[in-house]
């Protein structure tokens, strides 16, 4: 009941308090839904955490869930575009969402994540999601099958909007040139001005993620 509970508080303090940042925490465990418990806290693994929660993704009305690993030099160059489109929307506007980032790749560790918010300034938490037992991306990268990081995907009430690149600052490997197309800033402009949304979706570029 007491970790029930505390899932409950989380949830609630994320609904109220705008952007979901976490950076001053270092998160361990996450359930696919809203549950989430320190790297001190009773979940010891994902199915305890999953075990006593219930998932609600409906319950946050928008989502931004972005693959990154911390030695991919595009998805260095894109955690710029990144923090400045949370700090627009979550700061400078106050709209309620929840940005998160996971790295699929199996050299990932919380430490290096850690590092990597740090260095590049990223404004809300990044956490492995890779499976060491069965030596394979962990549930979120399975969830959602990103190709590359950086790879980005955008859910209002639950449903796919968007998915893809964060800007066209890349569309090619190694062929860099000053973004024309800023995809996810557009996306959550349209959805925080209550504009007609329809899917659609890019294809990022990247390092390629293996399965």
Same mark, same amino acid.
């Given at each position: ?62 989502m931004v869930t972005v693959f990154l690993y911390e030695n991919c030099p595009i998805a260095q160059y894109m955690c710029g ?11 400078? *506007? ?5 940005? #998160? =980032?996971?790295?699929? $790749? !199996?050299?990932?560790?919380? &430490?290096?994540? %850690? ?40 859910? *209002? ?5 968007? #998915? =893809?690149?964060?800007? $066209? !600052?890349?569309?090619?490997? &190694?062929?860099? %040139? ?34």
């Amino acid at each position: 009941m007491d970790n029930l509970l505390k899932g409950w508080v989380f949830f609630l303090f994320l609904l109220f308090f705008g952007c979901e940042t976490n950076v001053d925490t270092e998160l361990r465990y996450s359930c696919l839904g809203d549950c989430t418990e320190n790297v001190d806290g009773e979940f010891s693994t994902l199915e305890d955490c999953e075990s006593i929660c219930d998932p609600k993704p409906n319950n946050i009305g928008l989502m931004v869930t972005v693959f990154l690993y911390e030695n991919c030099p595009i998805a260095q160059y894109m955690c710029g575009p990144l923090r400045n489109t949370y700090r627009y929307f979550c700061d400078t *506007l106050g709209h309620n969402m929840v940005f #998160r =980032g996971f790295s699929p $790749n !199996s050299l990932s560790t919380a &430490g290096s994540l %850690s590092n990597f918010v740090v260095k590049y300034d990223i404004p809300f938490a990044v956490t492995p999601d890779y499976s060491e037992e069965n030596n394979e991306p962990g549930p979120y990268t399975q969830n959602y099958l990103p190709i590359v990081t950086p790879e980005v995907f955008v859910e *209002l009430n639950g449903e796919l909007i968007y #998915r =893809g690149m964060i800007d $066209n !600052s890349y569309e090619a490997l &190694g062929d860099w %040139s000053p973004p024309t197309e800023h995809y996810l800033f557009e996306v959550l402009t349209n959805v925080v001005n209550d504009q007609e949304i329809v899917y659609f979706e890019t294809t990022a570029i990247g390092c390629f993620i293996n399965y």
